[in-house]
């Protein structure tokens, strides 16, 4: 038995249902249209996901999407930059960049594509190793002082301060900064004898000053001053007393002095003047001690004893034949305490200035001795003359031709 309600609902359908059939719509069976459902979009991305270093790049996503398929992209981070198209139907790809993160976290963003996702992962920067140079690493400077500078090198990320260790150098500019910059400082005046270092440090780097002390202020003194040795060679040796800072340098005039160790030095030291044997004149040298005071140096005086000579004979005539001769030779030192008790001090030679004439005594000698000597026959009409020297005299020998 139906009741009334669904018999009212079985006649209204029947009503639509022959107005349907006369305009050839269907029928109240239920039926789907020939036509179908719109399709479903099935979009996918590969990679899903990709990873970058803090400096960044550049990378591509392949969509994948049946034809005719719409899709946009769209990202909400500012350092995720599409640089492709932002639309597609179908299949595609999508390019992107990925900027430096100037941060030391990491992070992540999302490219969205035609409701899909593709995970961005980008790693922070690592952690800045700060290393200074500085240019140069040190300065000398004179007593008077003044202003200087220096330069200091590290990346732009690392932070540096200059302090100075002495109260004598002020940083006068950049004591603080970062990265690659000027330092700028002064020295005071020295007005001490004695030279100075400190040092001004930057992070993990010294940099050093030296200044000279004011040598005006210095004082000399040279101990002894005059020396007089004997004959024979030997050595001297003076003291020089002044300042630890304190410069000076030595020359000698005379090529018979010789200097042994350096020239020129610092503060005090000893002096040592070598010399050679001298057996002829008195002679007299000078070692020039000089320094940068109001007095400028000091002179040694070398005054070397030498020996005075004297011949018995100054000459002799021989005939064409030849003969032997002997003449006495005498000496004596000036100053005559060098020559000892028996004055026996001076050495000497007799040289032959010709082949025609020999000398026949046992050479060098010493004090007071003969000299033999024999002349040789001469075979030419022509006379010849010769001599024999011993040191600063001259014994003529004149022979007659045959």
């Not at 008195?282 to 020996?307: D, E, F, S």
Request: charged share 10%; proline share 6%.
């Amino acid at each position: 038995m139906q009741v009334p309600g669904m018999m009212r609902a079985a006649r209204l359908c029947q009503i639509v249902l022959a107005v349907a059939v006369a305009i050839g719509l269907g029928s109240c069976s239920g039926d789907e249209s020939p036509s179908g459902p719109t399709p479903v979009c099935s979009i996918a991305l590969a990679p899903a996901d990709s990873a970058f270093p803090s400096e960044g790049g550049t990378a591509s996503v392949a969509v994948t999407a049946a034809n005719g398929c719409p899709w946009a992209v769209s990202t909400a981070v500012d350092w995720i930059v599409v640089t492709s198209a932002n639309s597609g139907t179908g299949n595609g790809a999508v390019s992107y960049t990925v900027r430096t993160n100037p941060d030391p976290q990491s992070r992540n963003g999302l490219l969205s594509i035609g409701g899909r996702n593709h995970t961005v992962t980008q790693g922070g920067r690592p952690p800045v190793v700060c290393t200074y140079e500085l240019s140069p690493v040190s300065a000398a400077v004179d007593n008077e002082g003044g202003a200087q500078s220096f330069i200091v090198t590290t990346s732009a990320e690392c932070a540096w301060s200059a302090r100075s260790d002495a109260s004598w150098i002020s940083v006068t500019a950049g004591g603080t900064g970062s990265g690659t910059a000027t330092v700028s400082y002064s020295v005071a005046p020295n007005n001490d004898v004695a030279d100075r270092t400190a040092t001004i440090t930057v992070a993990d780097r010294k940099f050093t000053v030296t200044q000279t002390g004011e040598v005006a202020a210095c004082r000399y003194s040279v101990t002894p001053v005059q020396f007089s040795p004997c004959m024979p060679a030997g050595s001297l040796v003076a003291n020089v007393t002044t300042e630890a800072s304190c410069p000076w340098t030595a020359t000698v005039d005379s090529s018979w002095i010789g200097l042994v160790g350096g020239r020129s030095g610092r503060g005090s030291t000893t002096i040592t003047i070598a010399y050679g044997d001298n057996y002829d004149a008195p002679r007299h040298g000078i070692v020039m001690l000089r320094w940068p005071t109001a007095a400028a140096g000091q002179n040694i005086h070398v005054m070397q004893a030498g020996c005075v000579y004297a011949v018995s004979r100054a000459s002799f005539n021989f005939a064409s034949t030849g003969s032997s001769g002997t003449f006495d030779v005498i000496q004596q030192s000036d100053p005559v305490t060098c020559g000892g008790a028996t004055q026996d001090q001076c050495v000497w030679t007799a040289q032959s200035t010709v082949v025609w004439i020999t000398v026949t005594s046992s050479m060098p000698r010493r004090g007071d001795n003969p000299v033999a000597f024999i002349v040789a026959a001469n075979d030419t009409p022509a006379a010849r003359t010769g001599s024999i020297i011993v040191r600063d005299k001259v014994v003529t020998i004149v022979q007659a031709g045959r």
